[in-house]
């Protein structure tokens, strides 16, 4: 018998937001079985998820809320919704988007605390842009977060983003006369969104610049040259150059442990991400035997039995010290 409620969060942080997403967002919660109290683990999505599709059905394989229901963690465990009009937020506050970070932290963290029987103790976790969400998110609030995993997410950017610019460029001039606005029009308006082999490649680029540098490119339009002065700002935003920063990197230092995983063909080059930012980690002075890293088979999708994997890992640190 599961034990999952869904609950309803109304924001004042993303009411009025700038695409007009909704600000009442679904909230899936777990909570174990006595009194408590209990750590909390918070689970963001990758680009494109949506909170309900978390319980989707797959043939062969058993969504994450069902693996919650086996593993029964001694943790409460949070499902959040960040979907967005451009397929994400990447977890941060945004004039292009919204305030996706202050959501999360100043918000869900104190109404979780507020309902249910916590420790104050808690981890985030995520694959993808989730995993993303969960670095820059445990670096920005140590305060918060104790500990945090990261499946293929977002990172090194110079290798996993850069290499799409050109394309990204090439796709504009053939379809949409070197316009991202009449991408915009048109996507999802004249056919299914995402039916075009460019469509993911084109949204989720301009999602990137919504939340990386307010809705300005990193690169000329036509050639796909880099503009400097913006690619700085997205590099600024990049988990491996952001532990680099003294603050990040003492916050890196005072988790209780950290997960990062990605498979060794992933189609984002994320593994080489993954490889990056664990030197970062260590660059930062993390000990060893508080990182569990690991490059496994497989690419960047149909890798949800990794994520029950990560979340014993972290309730297990949560209750460590």
Not at 273 to 278: D, M, Y
Request: with cysteine; charged share 20%; proline share 6%.
């Amino acid at each position: 018998m599961t034990r999952w409620r869904e609950l309803s969060y109304e924001s004042d942080a993303l009411r009025g937001n700038p695409l007009g997403d909704p600000h009442v967002r679904p909230v899936f919660v777990w909570v174990p079985e006595g009194d408590g109290p209990w750590p909390v683990v918070f689970v963001l999505q990758g680009f494109f998820g949506m909170g309900r599709a978390w319980f989707n059905v797959e043939p062969f394989q058993k969504s994450f809320p069902e693996t919650v229901d086996e593993l029964e963690p001694n943790a409460i465990v949070v499902l959040v919704d960040a979907f967005t009009a451009i397929g994400g937020s990447q977890f941060l506050d945004s004039p292009a988007i919204g305030d996706y970070h202050t959501y999360l932290c100043d918000e869900l963290v104190p109404w979780i605390d507020a309902r249910f029987p916590t420790t104050g103790v808690r981890a985030v976790t995520g694959k993808s842009s989730g995993g993303y969400g969960a670095m820059v998110t445990a670096m920005q609030r140590p305060d918060l977060f104790s500990a945090f995993g990261t499946h293929a997410g977002d990172a090194l950017f110079d290798v996993s983003y850069r290499r799409e610019f050109g394309p990204v460029a090439c796709a504009l001039r053939d379809r949409y006369d070197g316009s991202f606005p009449t991408f915009m029009e048109h996507f999802g308006a004249h056919e299914p969104a995402l039916s075009s082999s460019s469509d993911h490649l084109l949204i989720a680029t301009w999602a990137m610049a919504a939340a990386y540098s307010g809705g300005e490119l990193p690169f000329d339009i036509e050639t796909g040259e880099i503009v400097p002065e913006v690619w700085a700002d997205w590099l600024a935003w990049d988990p491996v150059e952001m532990a680099k920063q003294d603050r990040f990197a003492a916050a890196l230092r005072g988790m209780r442990g950290i997960w990062i995983d990605a498979g060794r063909s992933d189609e984002f080059l994320l593994d080489l991400g993954a490889i990056a930012f664990r030197r970062a980690v260590a660059a930062a002075g993390v000990a060893d035997d508080a990182v569990h890293f690991e490059l496994h088979d497989g690419g960047h999708f149909k890798t949800q039995w990794r994520y029950p994997l990560a979340l014993a890992w972290l309730v297990e640190r949560l209750g460590a010290g």
